[in-house]
């Protein structure tokens, strides 16, 4: 399984990003897809995840300012980023997993790349 993720960049303060990830294999065999980020210095967390069936969880610092989603036809997840500050700034890393699970906080079986996302103030 690979996960291509993009749409990363330069934004300023307030300004919006779109990333997308395209898995290569069809949706409807994986449970779960996710973003999660880390930036220098820091753990990786959870952003937002969603099941196959549209059930979406958010990390408490995006909660009202990210929206994730998922395009089975297409293979692909998104995640809308609205609304981003400096604290956002990370490498953020898209994720599949075959199962569904109480929590993904802990990670998911398959991982993208990472795709920069910088925010100046």
């Known amino acids: 399984v690979q996960l291509q993720a993009s749409g990363g960049g330069l934004v300023q303060a307030g300004g919006s990003l779109r990333l997308s990830c395209a898995i290569s294999?069809?949706?409807?065999?994986?449970?779960?897809m996710g973003w999660y980020r880390q930036a220098p210095g820091k753990q990786r967390e959870l952003v937002a995840a969603?099941?196959?069936?549209?059930?979406?969880n958010y990390g408490d610092s995006v909660k009202g300012r990210f929206i994730i989603s998922r395009d089975n036809g297409k293979n692909t997840v998104y995640l809308q980023m609205n609304n981003l500050n400096p604290e956002d700034t990370a490498t953020y890393y898209c994720?599949?997993?075959?199962?569904?699970?109480?929590?993904?906080?802990?990670?998911?079986?398959?991982w993208g790349k990472g795709t920069q996302v910088t925010v100046s103030s």
């Open positions: 994720a599949a997993d075959r199962f569904y699970r109480v929590s993904y906080l802990d990670g998911m079986d398959y």
């Open positions: 969603i099941t196959n069936s549209g059930n979406t």
């Open positions: 294999r069809s949706t409807f065999s994986i449970a779960a």
